[in-house]
C-alpha cells in the first residue's frame, strides 16, 4: 500500500463483501435448503437459517441417486482423464521439444488446433465413433482396398468393430483428446536450459532416461497444476456422460444430479423434493471444491499458462 | 532456440504417437465425420448416403426455427459475458489492492470455479423457482411479477445469471494474475506523481490490462456458446416456447432426439467456424493489436 485512504478503503471492502456475498449468498440458500424437510422448503416466508435434517436429507440423495457407484465411477473417469492426460502430454511435449525432426512443428500445430473445438460442437459425430472406434480404421482399410486384399487373400471379411458406449475407456478418451496439457508442457520444455540436456548426454543418459530422472521430477508444479484443472474438467462432464452412459452402473455424478428432480418440461405426476436435490447438489460439489481450495496456488498459475 | 537435441527420431515418434492416435479417432475423424455428414444425405431406405452440396445448410439457414435460436444464443452471449466480465473486472480491481483480508476474499472468488453446470443450473433453478423459496415469496407479495417457467424472458434472465455466475470465477482469476504482473514500480511512480488509486486504476491497471480483458472476453463468448448445455438442460430444457434454445442445445436436440445427424452436422460446422473464427480474431488481431508495455 502507498498511501493512507481511509475512506476509499471502506468503500474497497464494501465492493468486495458484496462480491463475496454475491458468490456465497447462492451456495448459502442451497445449504439451507438441503437442512429443510420438504415442507419447509416451500414455507412462506422462506427460511433463511438452517434446518436439522441435513443429515437426513444427504442421506436419501446418496441412496436415492445410488452415489455410492455414481461417485466411484466418476472417481475412476476422474483419475483416468488426469493420468491419462497428464502422460500424453508430457510425452508428447517431450517428443516435440527435444528432438529435432521435421515433423517437429506439423505435429505441434495438429495437436494445437483442437484447442479450438470444444467437445460440445463436435458432439454428434464423437458419439458415432464412440460406438465403433475402429471405424475410422474400418473406412480407411475399406477405401484403399486393403479389406478387399484381405478377403481375396484369406477369405476372411474384415469388419472392424470397438464399441465404447457404456465404458470406462468411451468416457475417458474423448476427454483426453484435447491439446491443453501438451501446450503448458511445451511452454515448460522450452525453459529448460540446453545446458541441462548437453550434460545428461555427457553423463550417458538417453532421451528415455533425460526424461523420467530430469523432466518429471523438474515438472512436478505442472502436473500438481494439470491435475486439478483436470480432476475438475472430468467431475463435472455433463453432456458427453449424458450420451454415452445408457447403463447406469456406469452413470456419473454430475448427470445423477439433472434426475434428481423431474425436468422443467416433464408432465405430471413427481413433485420436485429441493430439499433432497440441493442436498444431492451439495455432495456433488464438495470433491472438486476441496480440491480446488487444497491446490488453489498450482492450479492458478497452471490454469493461466494452459488457456493462454 | 535450442541447440541440443536427443538424436533418435525413433524415440520422438514413440513419445508423439499415442496422443497423435487418440486425436485422429476422437477428434479429426469426427471433424471429417461431421463434414461429410453436413454435406450428405443419408437415404431412408438404407443405402448410405447421397451427396446433396448445401442442401443442408441452405434448409438450416432458412429455417427461422434456427435463426430463433441464434439470436437467443446471442442474447445469452452477450448478457453472460457483459455480467461475468464485468463482475470479476470490479472485483479483481479491488482485491488487488490488496487490503486486510485479500486472501480470503481470493478464495471466496475462486472457488466457484470449481462446480459443475449442472449443480449451478439445478441451484439456480430452486432459487428462481416461483413455487418454493424466497421467489414464492416475491410472487405472494408481488403477484406475476416472476414467472421463469411460462414467461421466455424471465427464463432468459434466470439462465443468464446462473451462466454468468458460473464464469465469473474464471474471469476473476485471469484479471487478478494480469493485475499482479503489472509492476509495482509503476503504481509506485504514479503515486509519486500524484495519481490517487481511482486515478492509477483507471490511468495505469486499466489500459495494461487490455490484453487480458481481451482474452477474457473471447474466452466467454466462446465458452457461452459451447459450455452452455449443462445449465440449459438443468434449468429450463430449452423452453418455455424455445425461448432458451441455445444452439448447442439444438444440435444436441435435432442430433440425438430427432435423429436429424445431417442438420446436426451442418449446424455443427456452423458454430464450429462461429467459435474458430473468434479464437483467430483472438489470436491474430487482438493479441497484435493491443500492445501498451
Not at chain 1, 241 to 249: E, F, G, H, K, R
Not at chain 1, 265 to 271: D, F, I, P, R, Y
Not at chain 2, 94 to 101: A, E, I, P, S
Not at chain 2, 201 to 209: A, G, T
Request: charged share 10%; glycine share 8%.
Amino acid at each position: 500500500m502507498i498511501e493512507r485512504t481511509p475512506l476509499l478503503n471502506i468503500v474497497t471492502h464494501l465492493i468486495l463483501l458484496s462480491g463475496l456475498i454475491m458468490m456465497l449468498f447462492p451456495m448459502y440458500l442451497v445449504f439451507v435448503a438441503a437442512s429443510l424437510d420438504l415442507k419447509q422448503v416451500s414455507a412462506i416466508p422462506p427460511h433463511l437459517f438452517p434446518g436439522d435434517q441435513l443429515w437426513v436429507n444427504m442421506e436419501t440423495a446418496w441412496t436415492k441417486a445410488k452415489f455410492g457407484e455414481k461417485f466411484l465411477n466418476t472417481f475412476i473417469v476422474a483419475f483416468g482423464v488426469v493420468v491419462g492426460k497428464i502422460t500424453l502430454a508430457c510425452i508428447t511435449a517431450f517428443g516435440i521439444v527435444f528432438f529435432n525432426h521435421r515433423l517437429r512443428m506439423p505435429i505441434f500445430w495438429c495437436v494445437f488446433i483442437t484447442l479450438m473445438l470444444p467437445l460440445e460442437v463436435r458432439i454428434v459425430p464423437t458419439y458415432a465413433v464412440a460406438a465403433n472406434a475402429l471405424q475410422p480404421f474400418q473406412v480407411l482399410m475399406d477405401v484403399t482396398g486393403l479389406t478387399w486384399l484381405i478377403g481375396m487373400v484369406s477369405g476372411v471379411e474384415v469388419a472392424l468393430e470397438w464399441n465404447l458406449l457404456n465404458s470406462y475407456t468411451g468416457l475417458i478418451m474423448p476427454l483426453v483428446a484435447t491439446a491443453t496439457g501438451t501446450f503448458l508442457y511445451r511452454q515448460f520444455f522450452l525453459t529448460i536450459p540446453d545446458e541441462l540436456v548437453e550434460a545428461s548426454k555427457m553423463d550417458g543418459a538417453g532421451p528415455v532416461r533425460f526424461l523420467w530422472e530430469i523432466l518429471v521430477p523438474l515438472s512436478a508444479t505442472n502436473i500438481a497444476a494439470l491435475a486439478t484443472i483436470m480432476f475438475v474438467y472430468s467431475w463435472n462432464q455433463y453432456l458427453w456422460p449424458l450420451l454415452v452412459v445408457t447403463d447406469q452402473s456406469y452413470g456419473m455424478v454430475a448427470v445423477e444430479l439433472g434426475r434428481l428432480v423431474p425436468k422443467i418440461s416433464a408432465t405430471g405426476g413427481e413433485v420436485a423434493k429441493w430439499n433432497i436435490a440441493m442436498a444431492g447438489t451439495l455432495i456433488v460439489m464438495i470433491p472438486p471444491i476441496l480440491v480446488v481450495i487444497f491446490m488453489q496456488r498450482w492450479f492458478v498459475r497452471g490454469l493461466i499458462n494452459t488457456d493462454k | 532456440m535450442r541447440r541440443a537435441y536427443f538424436k533418435n527420431n525413433w524415440v520422438a515418434a514413440l513419445m508423439v504417437a499415442p496422443q497423435l492416435l487418440i486425436i485422429f479417432i476422437f477428434f479429426y475423424w469426427p471433424t471429417s465425420q461431421a463434414l461429410y455428414w453436413a454435406f450428405t444425405l443419408e437415404q431412408p431406405w438404407g443405402g448410405g448416403n447421397t451427396w446433396v452440396g448445401f442442401d443442408n445448410f441452405s434448409a438450416i439457414l432458412t429455417d427461422d426455427l434456427y435463426w430463433y435460436s441464434v439470436q437467443v444464443s446471442v442474447i445469452y452471449a452477450i448478457g453472460s459475458t457483459v455480467l461475468a466480465v464485468g463482475m470479476a473486472l470490479i472485483l479483481a480491481v479491488f482485491v488487488d489492492r490488496q487490503l486486510r483480508g485479500f486472501k480470503a476474499y481470493k478464495i471466496g472468488m475462486i472457488w466457484p470455479y470449481a462446480i459443475a453446470a449442472p449443480a449451478v443450473g439445478l441451484a439456480f433453478r430452486f432459487i428462481f423457482n416461483p413455487g418454493a423459496g424466497i421467489m414464492l415469496y416475491i410472487n405472494q407479495v408481488f403477484p406475476g411479477l416472476w414467472d421463469p417457467i411460462s414467461n421466455g424472458n424471465h427464463a432468459m434472465a434466470m439462465v443468464v445469471i446462473a451462466g454468468a455466475w458460473k464464469q465469473v470465477a474464471y474471469n476473476f482469476i485471469f484479471f487478478l494474475a494480469g493485475l499482479q504482473s503489472i509492476p509495482r514500480s509503476l503504481l509506485e511512480a504514479g503515486a509519486m506523481d500524484g495519481a490517487r488509486v481511482l486515478r492509477r486504476m483507471r490511468d495505469i491497471q486499466l489500459p495494461l490490462l487490455t490484453p487480458t480483458f481481451f482474452f477474457v472476453l473471447v474466452i466467454n463468448i466462446t465458452d457461452s456458446f459451447t459450455d452452455s448445455f449443462g445449465i440449459v438442460d438443468t434449468m429450463t430444457g430449452g423452453g418455455p416456447a424455445r425461448a432458451t434454445n441455445l444452439m448447442v442445445f439444438k444440435i444436441f436436440n435435432d442430433g440425438f432426439q430427432g435423429l436429424d445427424y445431417s442438420g446436426a452436422a451442418a449446424q455443427s460446422i456452423i458454430l464450429t467456424i462461429l467459435v474458430v473464427s473468434l479464437t483467430f480474431v483472438q489470436f491474430r488481431y487482438i493479441e497484435r493489436k493491443v500492445h501498451y508495455t
